[in-house]
Nanobody, 116 residues
Framework: QAQLIESGGGLVQAGESLRLTCVAS????????WGWFRQAPGKEREFVAT????????TYADSVKGRFTITRDNTRNTVYLEMNDLQPEDTADYYC?????????WGRGTQVTVSS
């Protein structure tokens, strides 16, 4: 059964850092492009970052460029999101998933709250 488990969120102050982890199981992992997405209260889910299957190409939303870094470890079926200089507008539930469809069933996400 395909499953995603996100972790690493928490409550931090503006300017601090967090590292999110996403572990995938139940389907092939290493040959696919992966992404992090987020959903703030009352808003739709939005793209944050993507990484291609080799890990050599990444893309970022303008709002996080220069502050967030996406990486992957294909030996661990894991995708990471290093988030630095967090700001209150980064407050959201964060999710990972494949970039292309068919995607995994969405996981529960991990909550990030940034206080000013």
């Amino acid at each position: 059964q395909a499953q995603l488990i996100e972790s690493g969120g928490g409550l931090v102050q503006a300017g601090e850092s967090l590292r999110l982890t996403c572990v995938a199981s139940g389907r092939a992992f290493s040959s696919d492009d992966w992404g992090w997405f987020r959903q703030a209260p009352g808003k739709e889910r939005e793209f944050v970052a993507t990484i291609n299957w080799t890990g050599q190409r990444t893309t970022y939303a303008d709002s996080v460029k220069g502050r967030f870094t996406i990486t992957r470890d294909n030996t661990r079926n894991t995708v990471y999101l290093e988030m630095n200089d967090l700001q209150p507008e980064d407050t959201a539930d964060y999710y990972c998933n494949l970039v292309a469809k068919p995607q995994y069933p969405w996981g529960r996400g991990t909550q990030v709250t940034v206080s000013s």
